[in-house]
């Protein structure tokens, strides 16, 4: 009898996690703890996957010194970061998001995307954050030679050719573009080891690259 429940209770708790897809109550506890801003007090909010999340745990004191809320989640695909939009970042009222996203949809982590697919959510998730008043910096996707958990799928090729959309995007729209890849591509469009040991998740000296050149880019969006 102990068994049944065991097993009926394993089902259950499977069935619950399949249902929420994208994930929504990673955050819900957080989110309605956080303080309410004081007067002239800018948040900004950092939106991604598993190398937004790993940042928030491997470097906590940046998130302390600095006003930065970390929503990343592990494996997130853009549409799933779509759809916690409006609890993850729109309901958390700051005056910057910083979106980093699309290395999980080459992957195919939640099914086969092209990069116009792609590009069509994080287009969404800017236009949300844009038409809420929250100022938008669209970052460039990580450099990766290959994953780890998925090989041969040439995300040294396709990563290029999203950034190049994210940028002209950017451009068009007057969104800021960060971009990590330049800073941190060696000559096979992957991410050498001292940044990232499996080539795709940073070490803390591949966040000590992408610190200054996030908080230059919420520094320049601030400004205007």
């Known amino acids: 009898m102990k068994l049944f429940f065991l097993i009926l209770f394993t ?3 499977m069935n619950m996690q399949s249902q929420d897809w994208a994930s929504l109550s ?3 506890s957080a989110n309605e703890a956080l303080p309410e801003l004081r007067e002239g007090e800018k948040r900004v909010i950092l939106m991604g996957n598993s190398i937004t999340e790993g940042w928030v745990s491997m470097r906590p ?3 302390k010194d600095n006003p930065l809320v970390g929503r990343g989640i592990s494996g997130q695909t853009t549409p799933q970061m779509l759809i916690r939009m409006r609890q993850d970042v729109l309901n958390l009222d700051p005056s910057v998001v910083v979106i980093l996203a699309g290395t999980n949809d080459i992957a195919g982590n939640t099914g086969p995307m092209t ?5 069509g959510n994080i287009k969404s998730m800017a236009e949300l954050a844009d038409a809420n008043g929250i100022k938008v910096i669209l970052s460039s996707v990580l450099p990766a030679f290959d994953y780890p958990w998925k090989p041969g799928l040439e995300p040294n090729v396709k990563i ?3 950034n190049k ?3 002209e995007y950017s451009k068009t729209k007057g969104y800021y573009y960060l971009d990590y890849f330049s800073a941190m ?3 096979r469009n992957g991410l050498p080891k001292k940044y990232a040991e499996d080539e795709v998740h940073p070490t803390l000296l591949g ?3 992408m610190e200054p050149l996030m908080l230059e880019a919420v520094k320049e969006v601030l400004k205007k």
Not at 115 to 119: N, V, Y
């Open 207 to 209: 966040y000590s690259v």
């Open 185 to 187: 591509a060696d000559d």
């Open 11 to 13: 089902m259950l708790s």
């Open 165 to 167: 959309m994210i940028a």
């Open 160 to 162: 290029p050719v999203l």
């Open 115 to 119: 990069l116009e697919e792609i590009m």
């Open 26 to 28: 990673k955050y819900r």
């Open 61 to 63: 004191d940046f998130f």
